[in-house]
Nanobody
Framework: QVQLVESGGGLVQAGGSLRLSCAAS????????IGWFRQVPGKERDIVAA????????YYTDSVKGRFTISRDSAKNTVTLQMNSLKPEDTAVYYC????????????????WGQGTQVTVSS
């Protein structure tokens, strides 16, 4: 079993930055892939970024490329999503998720989820 806990959400003005963290317990990230997803009311949970922990390979959805960075901290067993140049359309609940080995972009492929953290970007 893997327990995931997100932190770092909040309210920020457009153009600002936030840093989200996802801490794992129960199992290390070393054999997992991590995805960051976001969801707004009435819409599906969409991929934002993902990382295969063992290789460090990453994926970003087009709308966040150049603004968001996913990274890992092996010592702390955490994955971080650095979000810069935030836009009002980035407002959503952000979730981290984990699945074995290889990341995918489909939320349904991930077995483990955090509780979510709200990110609100004001214009």
């Amino acid at each position: 079993q893997v327990q995931l806990v997100e932190s770092g959400g909040g309210l920020v003005q457009a153009g600002g930055s936030l840093r989200l963290s996802c801490a794992a317990s129960g199992r290390t990230f070393s054999s997992l892939a991590i995805g960051w997803f976001r969801q707004v009311p009435g819409k599906e949970r969409d991929i934002v970024a993902a990382m295969k922990w063992s290789s460090g390979s990453t994926y970003y959805t087009d709308s966040v490329k150049g603004r968001f960075t996913i990274s890992r901290d092996s010592a702390k067993n955490t994955v971080t999503l650095q979000m810069n140049s935030l836009k009002p359309e980035d407002t959503a609940v952000y979730y981290c998720a984990a699945r074995p080995f290889i990341y995918t972009i489909r939320a349904g492929d991930y077995a483990y989820w955090g509780q979510g953290t709200q990110v609100t970007v004001s214009s």
